[in-house]
């Protein structure tokens, strides 16, 4: 068995993941390698969800009884979780959403609808990626489209990484926001929030960051990163799927409008206008997704119990192990850095002109569950002139051995395909 430094106990975590278990296609055990699109659930999770349910379900905040209360202890404590989780000042930053799609349409439509100072309107500009997955794409487009703010973008190098050779034509005194990804989902470039996120602040713009790939992965700190609002999703970090998470400023979620109307986000309603709660509150409109916080909670659980920088020191051991092994199969091309610096661990490649849905089905049959297609990241494979790419993604229960049989099973491929 390969040995690598940094590595977790990977065979005590995996007894918490029922379906590592799975035996699959003429006898082959799961190789899970999908990770970056939905990570497994610890039986702490599933445990969670079926207590809740079980013991405790009602609809919160407004209940009176015994199970209304509990519910909205649950649902409110998962909320101080999360808090803790990424260092929020306050836990009224923290707005639940159904996931990071939702989180960052409403903070489109924030802007949107919002006064002077934060308005997007004809005569301001909003700034993005070419890495972006679709979720930081088209609702930037539809608030382009609806208010006539002009869309801008930061391109792409040969390696994957961000071209910011022209940062001060691309952000400027007219830019309203900049949205960007902290890890890309497809190419696995760990972004330079930093040099970004200093040009913004110059000419008073404000800063939305997609952790959707670096919540799950790495020590989260909103306060470090000093951006106005961070969006990541449940579901890739142990969690269920149905919950999101919107972090913003409070001074911020004070000043801008609700997206969505409905039960709970009012303070007081007539026929003639109606007034509106404090945040988060403001931001969940209707009942929100209690038992799907309170899974989130238990993830947030399980993963600090492990230990954030445990786990990335893990992951980072993992990609330079897999980026060596993958660069021994003849054809193979990586999209994206070739080296563990500065990268998350989701490795897209091609393999020569095999294309990436074969590719997939072929190691389906042996058991190895990868991602092929374009990974919601259309214009990253418009920009390096490929179809799709096949992605291989690792998580706190990945193993070296895992990656080995990834290595074998294209070997298979090859073989298969001539």
């Known amino acids: 068995m390969t040995q690598l430094p940094g590595l977790l106990d990977t065979e005590a975590i995996r007894k918490d993941f029922p379906v590592l278990d799975r035996v699959v296609h003429d006898g082959r055990k799961l190789v899970y390698l999908d990770n970056a699109a939905t990570s497994q659930k610890p039986r702490q999770v599933l445990d969670a969800l079926n207590e809740y349910y079980e013991r405790h379900n009602a609809n919160v905040h407004r209940g009176v009884h015994v199970l209304a209360e509990e519910a909205t202890a649950l649902y409110?404590?998962?909320?101080?979780?999360?808090?803790?989780?990424?260092?929020?000042?306050?836990r009224d930053e923290v707005i639940f959403t159904k996931n990071a799609s939702e989180s960052l349409n409403l903070v489109a439509n924030m802007l949107g609808w919002a006064d002077e100072p934060y308005r997007v309107d004809h005569e301001t500009e909003i700034v993005i990626t070419e890495m972006e997955h679709h979720s930081n794409i088209v609702p930037w487009q539809l608030l382009a489209q609806r208010t006539g703010a002009?869309?801008?973008?930061?391109?792409?190098?040969?390696?994957?990484?961000?071209?910011?050779?022209?940062?001060?034509?691309?952000?400027?005194?007219?830019?309203?926001?900049?949205?960007?990804?902290?890890?890309?989902?497809?190419?696995?470039?760990?972004?330079?929030?930093?040099?970004?996120?200093?040009?913004?602040?110059e000419v008073g713009a404000l800063v939305c960051i997609d952790a959707s790939q670096a919540a799950p992965h790495m020590p989260l700190d909103?306060?470090?990163?000093?951006?106005?609002?961070?969006?990541f999703t449940g579901h890739k970090m142990c969690g269920p799927t149905g919950i999101g998470v919107l972090w913003g400023r409070q001074e911020l979620l004070e000043d801008l409008p609700p997206f969505l109307g409905g039960g709970e986000m009012i303070e007081t309603v007539s026929m003639h206008s109606s007034t509106y709660a404090p945040a988060p509150h403001k931001f969940e409109a209707g009942t929100p997704p209690i038992a799907q916080a309170v899974g989130l909670g238990a993830a947030i659980d399980y993963l600090q119990s492990i230990g954030m920088d445990k786990i990335l020191a893990h992951e980072h051991a993992l990609t330079e192990y897999a980026v060596k092994r993958l660069a021994e199969v003849p054809d193979l091309r990586i999209?994206?850095?070739?080296?563990?610096?500065?990268?998350?661990?989701?490795?897209?490649f091609t393999l020569g002109d095999i294309h990436p849905h074969d590719v997939g089905q072929v190691l389906d049959e042996q058991g190895i569950a990868v991602r092929v297609g374009h990974h919601c990241a259309r214009p990253v494979c418009l920009r390096y002139g490929i179809p799709a790419t096949t992605r291989a993604s690792f998580y706190l229960y990945s193993t070296p051995a895992e990656i080995d049989t990834l290595v074998e099973g294209l070997e298979h491929v090859r073989n298969f395909f001539g």
């Open 335 to 348: 999209i994206g850095p070739t080296t563990a610096e500065d990268r998350g661990a989701a490795i897209s």
């Open 76 to 90: 409110e404590g998962a909320r101080d979780k999360v808090a803790a989780f990424v260092n929020a000042p306050s």
């Open 222 to 231: 909103v306060q470090a990163l000093q951006a106005d609002f961070v969006a």
């Open 150 to 201: 002009k869309l801008k973008w930061f391109g792409l190098t040969d390696d994957g990484r961000l071209d910011l050779s022209n940062i001060d034509e691309v952000i400027t005194e007219k830019t309203k926001i900049v949205s960007f990804v902290l890890v890309s989902n497809i190419l696995g470039t760990v972004n330079p929030v930093e040099t970004i996120i200093r040009r913004a602040q």
